[in-house]
């Protein structure tokens, strides 16, 4: 029994008999990688993200001014179709009156449209020198977006919104500004239209780095405000166009609404 109890002993003191190691191949150890940076996100797509949130900012600020514009306008047709109706003269100059304070409101809200200190409706050259927006949507400049500065201010150089020089007496100018006045609407629609397309395309490459990065933040700069020649004049204070990245997304929803029933109404009523 002693003999027998010795052998068992020295058997359970043996080692196991090695187990053979599966070989890591090139294909394996990649996927393991990918893994790897799948989970704690890119870093890299994280700062492209951010910088393309930025511009979406510039973007949607832009298409948020247009529609507010866009109300100011259809308040100026109904202003001067009012005009058309009634003869007497002081009521007449009453709506001119109020006419051109909402030239003032268009010039207003067109100027305090600024994001990043980049305004890309107000007529005006970025830093100066440059007449488009150029967004990178990759990290190497090879896809990317082009937007070019329109002007929606009142000037001739803009949505052209004569000022009511004879106060609405006269009904010659009554018809030439509502005329001004169609043309400055489907201008409006038309740079809206294509603003929000730009804000789309935007999104969705953000959405997809936003994925990418994984846990790394992804957010826009905060406003600089308007666009200061100089670093030491004070900029713009916060406006209403300069909102949180969900409420953009809700009044956008609200504009694209909004631009389908107008397209129908402008369409049958193009000649008022």
């Known amino acids: 029994m002693g003999l027998f109890s010795n052998l068992i002993a020295r058997r359970k003191l043996e080692p196991p008999a090695p187990v053979e190691t599966p070989r890591v191949t090139q294909a394996a150890l990649k996927r393991a990688l990918r893994s790897t940076a799948m989970a704690s996100?890119?870093?890299?797509?994280?700062?492209?993200?951010q910088r393309i949130a930025t511009a979406l900012s510039t973007v949607e600020t832009a298409v948020l001014?247009?529609?507010a514009v866009t109300e100011r306008l259809r308040e100026a047709a109904d202003l001067v179709a009012d005009a058309g109706r009634n003869a007497d003269i002081?009521?007449?100059?009453?709506?001119?009156?109020?006419?051109?304070?909402?030239?003032?409101?268009?010039?207003a809200i067109v100027g305090s449209a600024s994001h990043n200190r980049v305004n890309l409706i107000?007529?005006?050259?970025?830093?100066?020198?440059?007449?488009?927006?150029?967004?990178?949507?990759d990290g190497e400049d090879r896809a990317g977006i082009?937007?070019?500065?329109?002007?929606?201010?009142?000037?001739?150089?803009?949505?052209?919104?004569?000022?009511?020089?004879?106060?609405f007496a006269d009904d010659a100018e009554i018809e030439a500004i509502s005329?001004?006045?169609?043309?400055?609407?489907?201008?409006?629609?038309?740079?809206?239209?294509?603003?929000?397309?730009?804000a789309a395309l935007i999104a969705d490459r953000l959405a997809r780095l936003i994925a990418i990065a994984g846990s790394h933040p992804v957010e826009t700069q905060l406003p600089t405000g308007a666009d200061a020649e100089d670093p030491d004049t004070p900029v713009?204070?916060?406006?209403?166009?300069?909102?949180g990245m969900g409420a953009v997304e809700e009044k956008l929803?609200?504009?694209?609404?909004r631009l389908n029933g107008d397209g129908a109404k402008d369409t049958g009523g193009a000649d008022t």
Request: proline share 3%.
């Open 41 to 49: 996100g890119s870093q890299l797509a994280a700062e492209l993200g």
């Open 65 to 67: 001014a247009i529609d």
């Open 90 to 107: 002081g009521r007449r100059a009453l709506l001119a009156g109020r006419y051109d304070d909402v030239r003032a409101e268009i010039d």
């Open 122 to 137: 107000g007529g005006r050259r970025i830093g100066g020198q440059h007449t488009s927006f150029e967004i990178a949507l």
């Open 146 to 167: 082009s937007i070019a500065v329109i002007n929606l201010t009142t000037g001739e150089s803009g949505l052209s919104l004569s000022p009511p020089r004879s106060a």
């Open 179 to 198: 005329a001004e006045i169609g043309a400055a609407r489907i201008s409006a629609a038309a740079a809206a239209e294509r603003f929000s397309d730009h």
């Open 236 to 243: 713009h204070p916060d406006t209403e166009y300069e909102l």
């Open 253 to 257: 929803r609200a504009l694209a609404t």
